[in-house]
Structures are given as structure tokens and as C-alpha cells.
């Protein structure tokens, strides 16, 4: 059976250091099988999409086969058991995706593994593996780049629950002994039909660009109060992740 869920969603994000900010917008987001992608009839499918080029890897190749790639340098070998994606689509040619999350499963349908694919602003994207433990949290140190405002270095705290009727995401970054920074997207699933993926296109056409200017106004906002910055560091790509 191909997975494909609409779920409508709560974005929150926290600083949890002062001074303190926050923001939330309600948005969509998807959850599709990579062995059988969402896809509008042929006149309309430049409205919304899912791309590889959107994600890690060769973009002349398909999700799936990148993430395969990548899992292979890390030792990871899925044997063609069913991967499921959570992320936004490509709208209006425009895709911005802050976390990308993949269920890897082994060929009975028992959890391989999580893969969380984080991009910046800056246009670049870093790939964690997960073990997540019975109740869904897995742990990370960071090595990548997102905000001028945060520290390159500490530990990822994050809760990938599987998504069933409710979807409950939550990702932490520890610092010095504390939480900095927190996000959660949270949301309920409503039944997805080719109707449905167009209806959630018309209805949020610039989804994508809306979180990308929403995080850089929150950026502005810390840098007009003078919040020190860190500075960037060039990003080490990882084998096969462009």
C-alpha cells in the first residue's frame, strides 16, 4: 500500500537564550512513500512537485536512489525496504524545506533507521543519521551551519515520532549545559488525493518562501537588537550530499 498524507501544521520556533524570540505559522507539509511520489496530472505538475534536486545528492537521479547512496558510505543497507518522507513540496518552482525527515524501514517493515536533512538559508543542507530509541528521541552532535545567531557546536535532542494521525516533530539544540533553541511542528492529517494536493497548493502558493522570509525577519529582528553572531563556517559536504 502507497503512504500518502497531508498533514496541516503548527511551525513554532524558540531562541531559548536571551534575548529570547520566538514565532509560529501555520502551514502543510506532506508524508509520501519515495516508491511512489504525489504527482499532479502532466498540464499542471510545474505548480507542485517532489524534486531531487531538492534534496541530497545527484539531482539527475531520484530521492530514493541518493538516499541509498548515502546511507551505503554509512554503512546502512535498507535491502529495498520502504522509506517514508516528510517534507513540503516544490510550489510555484520554490522549495525550502528547514528539516526534512526520513523513516527508513527494513524489508519486514521494522525501523532501519532516521535520516533528519537539515538546510539553511545559505542554500546548503547536512544529513543526520538517527537511532531513535522506543519513544521516538535521537541524539546528534551538530555540524552544520543554520544561524549566525546559534553555535556551530552542541548536540541535536530530537523526537521523530512516526507520523499516524497526529504529527508531532520536535528538535532541540543543547549548548552549554542548556536548551538554546527549540522547534516543533505539530499538525493533524487529513486524506490526500491529487485534489487535495492541488487545493494545498492554491491555498498556500508561497508556503515555501513564507518560512524562508519568515526566518530571515527573526534574523533581522536579533541582529537590530545587537545579539553577537557567530560566524559562519564553511560547510564540509558530505560524500554524495551536494
Known amino acids: 500500500m502507497v503512504i500518502v498524507h497531508l498533514y496541516d501544521v503548527v511551525i513554532a520556533h524558540s531562541r531559548e537564550v536571551e534575548p529570547r524570540r520566538s514565532f509560529r505559522h501555520r502551514s502543510h507539509t506532506w508524508l509520501v512513500d519515495l516508491a511512489d511520489l504525489p504527482r499532479l496530472p502532466g498540464a499542471l505538475r510545474w505548480l507542485v512537485r517532489f524534486d531531487a534536486r531538492d534534496h541530497l545528492g545527484d539531482p539527475r537521479r531520484s530521492i ?29 518552482g520554490h522549495a525550502f524545506n528547514p528539516i526534512t525527515v526520513f523513516w527508513c524501514h527494513r524489508p519486514d517493515g521494522s525501523p532501519e533507521c532516521v535520516v533528519a536533512e537539515v538546510h539553511n538559508t545559505y542554500g546548503e543542507r547536512h544529513c543526520y543519521l538517527l537511532r531513535p530509541d522506543a519513544d521516538g528521541v535521537g541524539e546528534t552532535d551538530k555540524r552544520f551551519y543554520v544561524s549566525p545567531f546559534l553555535p556551530s557546536e552542541g548536540r541535536y535532542r530530537m523526537r521523530l515520532e512516526p507520523p499516524g494521525e497526529r504529527l508531532r516533530l520536535h528538535v532541540e539544540l543543547v549548548h552549554g549545559g542548556g536548551t538554546a533553541f527549540r522547534a516543533a511542528m505539530t499538525g493533524r492529517r487529513r486524506r490526500a488525493t491529487p485534489a487535495q494536493l492541488l487545493r494545498a497548493a492554491l491555498r498556500h502558493p508561497l508556503a515555501p518562501r513564507r518560512t524562508s522570509a519568515l526566518i530571515r525577519r527573526h534574523g533581522i529582528a536579533l541582529w537590530l537588537r545587537r545579539v553577537p553572531r557567530y560566524r559562519r563556517t564553511p560547510h564540509i559536504h558530505q ?3 551536494r
Open 239 to 241: 560524500e554524495g550530499v
Open 64 to 92: 530514493r536512489e541518493n538516499l541509498d547512496r548515502w546511507l551505503a558510505l554509512n554503512g546502512v543497507d535498507l535491502r529495498g525496504g520502504r522509506v517514508l518522507m516528510l517534507a513540503g513540496a516544490r510550489v510555484l
